[in-house]
């Protein structure tokens, strides 16, 4: 069993930036990963960084948002910079283990003037 604990959201506006991080109970040795979900629409894929530090990205974040991990912190981290308002959604961190996918409880980011 892993918990997941995000947090850094919060309300900022456009073209400003937020750091979330997001804390697991244990040593995770998979992929982590990074989901958004606005209101009305899908969990989408945000980020994903391997244990040895491979990234990936959403075309849409790609050159504003940098996903890094700490392993010895057990934490992941996603900064965001050049915000938009499109980039509000509640922000998801998952962690892939060998027996199954877990979920955080998720945090909100608002970008609004």
Do not use: H
């Amino acid at each position: 069993q892993v918990q997941l604990v995000e947090s850094g959201g919060g309300l900022v506006q456009p073209g400003g930036s937020l750091r979330l991080s997001c804390a697991a109970s244990r040593s995770i040795f998979g992929v982590m990963y990074w989901y958004r979900q606005a209101p009305g629409k899908q969990r989408d894929l945000v980020a994903s960084i391997t244990y040895g530090g491979t990234t990936n990205y959403a075309d849409s974040v790609k050159g504003r948002f940098t996903i890094s991990r700490d392993n010895a912190k057990n934490t992941v981290y996603l900064q965001m910079n050049s915000l938009k308002s499109e980039d509000t959604a509640i922000y998801y961190c998952k962690a892939r283990t060998p027996t199954s996918d877990y979920w955080g409880q998720g945090t909100q980011v608002t970008v609004s003037s």
